[in-house]
T-cell receptor, first 119, second 110 residues
Framework: GAVVSQHPSRVICKSGTSVKIECRSLDFQATTMFWYRQFPKQSLMLMATSNEGSKATYEQGVEKDKFLINHASLTLSTLTVTSAHPEDSSFYIC???????????????FGPGTRLTVL | SQQGEEDPQALSIQEGENATMNCSYKTSINNLQWYRQNSGRGLVHLILIRSNEREKHSGRLRVTLDTSKKSSSLLITASRAADTASYFCATDDNDYKLSFGAGTTVTVRA
């Protein structure tokens, strides 16, 4: 499997500020990472697919200009929530996909998540 | 988009009892996976069952898959307090993305 870390684990910010969340694959070179959002007592909703060296692919309804994703290396993807508002408060989780594109089984390994609270 | 639906939404059992939860989905899949999430934490992969498999075991976990009914079940035998968590099924429909169910919250009472 892959070991995935996220930083920070929790962040509190004022409305209107931007927040950057890092997702690192510690022992696996990840071509593809995923970003999810989870509201309290709800399931994970896929926000976007982060591809190393290219633009992220966003799910329907997710604003790409609000949630900026950068996957500049095989071990790091960042999600920046721009001009955050209270409704952006959520638990953001990243994952690493380890099949490397030679997919038969898309098994993902998840980071510990980042709790964002926007005041 | 979210594909799976799980039931029950919540389950409370006594330590030592078995816990069963079900997942239904809508489209054809490549595989179905079960994950566990402890409160406020990330997800831990439990088991993956491929579309051509009907049953799989891993320790105290047993997963079944019925593709004709588009459903899967997860059985945890001899539950322990440490099994208290939310359990999610996720389907892979061969586009490298996972669609998660709503989850079942399991509470194991000591």
């Amino acid at each position: 499997g892959a070991v995935v870390s996220q930083h920070p684990s929790r962040v509190i910010c004022k409305s209107g500020t931007s927040v950057k969340i890092e997702c690192r694959s510690l022992d696996f070179q990840a071509t593809t990472m995923f970003w999810y959002r989870q509201f309290p007592k709800q399931s994970l909703m896929l926000m976007a697919t982060s591809n190393e060296g290219s633009k992220a692919t966003y799910e329907q309804g997710v604003e790409k200009d609000k949630f900026l994703i950068n996957h500049a290396s095989l071990t790091l993807s960042t999600l920046t929530v721009t001009s955050a508002h209270p409704e952006d408060s959520s638990f953001y989780i990243c994952s690493v996909e380890t099949s490397g594109g030679a997919n038969f089984d898309n098994e993902q390994f998840f980071g510990p998540g980042t709790r964002l609270t926007v005041l | 988009s979210q594909q799976g639906e799980e039931d029950p939404q919540a389950l409370s059992i006594q330590e030592g009892e078995n816990a069963t939860m079900n997942c239904s989905y809508k489209t054809s899949i490549n595989n179905l996976q079960w994950y566990r999430q402890n409160s406020g934490r990330g997800l831990v992969h439990l088991i993956l069952i491929r579309s051509n498999e009907r049953e799989k075991h891993s320790g105290r976990l047993r997963v079944t898959l019925d593709t004709s009914k588009k459903s899967s079940s997860l059985l945890i035998t001899a539950s322990r307090a440490a099994d208290t968590a939310s359990y999610f099924c996720a389907t892979d429909d061969n586009d490298y993305k996972l669609s998660f169910g709503a989850g079942t919250t399991v509470t194991v009472r000591a």
